[in-house]
């Protein structure tokens, strides 16, 4: 309860291989993260870029760089019917596939003001995808390419 990350640099040896950023559990409801903060942190060169699971609480992604990712950049494994979590202020460049990625949303997850820059699903272009979403997305102010972004 209460993690935060702030201000921390984690770069891997290549963008094919290792999560640098990987806590929590596939699962709403076990071993979850409550009230955590990861704010003005850089990854770059990994397989994934921030990835979270077991999400609870308040949460917050805010004002991070991941840069040469391979896979999906910020990826939530799975959000609890009571978590509220703000992925506000990134910029995410040079991804293998999408921006956003979800497993399972029970709760409320709202993307603000991201900025992302030539990354996508390389079969449709797509930057967000939702494995499982029963709670509330919202998409607020985010572009891609210089472009608005809805999330769509």
């Known amino acids: 309860d209460g993690l935060s990350m702030v201000n921390c640099t984690m770069t891997g040896v290549s963008s094919k ?6 806590l929590g559990t596939d699962s709403p409801g076990s071993n979850q993260l409550l ?9 770059s060169e990994a397989q994934q870029g921030i ?36 992925v ?10 999408r921006a956003f990625r ?12 991201n900025v992302i ?3 996508g699903d390389p079969t449709d272009g797509s930057n967000y995808k939702a494995n499982s979403n029963t709670g509330t997305v919202t998409f607020e102010g985010n572009t891609v390419d210089g472009a ?5």
């Open 148 to 152: 608005a972004w809805s999330g769509n």
């Open 51 to 86: 990835r979270l699971g077991g999400l609870n609480g308040k949460c917050f992604i805010k004002n991070n760089t991941i840069t040469n990712v391979a896979h999906n950049a910020i990826t939530l494994r799975s959000v609890a019917a009571d978590a509220v979590v703000l």
């Open 102 to 113: 979800i497993g399972s949303n029970l709760g409320t997850v709202t993307y603000k003001n």
């Open 17 to 22: 291989t290792g999560r640098l950023f990987d």
């Open 35 to 43: 009230n955590i903060t990861i704010q003005g942190c850089t990854v």
């Open 88 to 97: 506000e202020g990134n910029t995410i460049a040079n991804g293998g596939d």
């Open 117 to 119: 820059t030539n990354t």
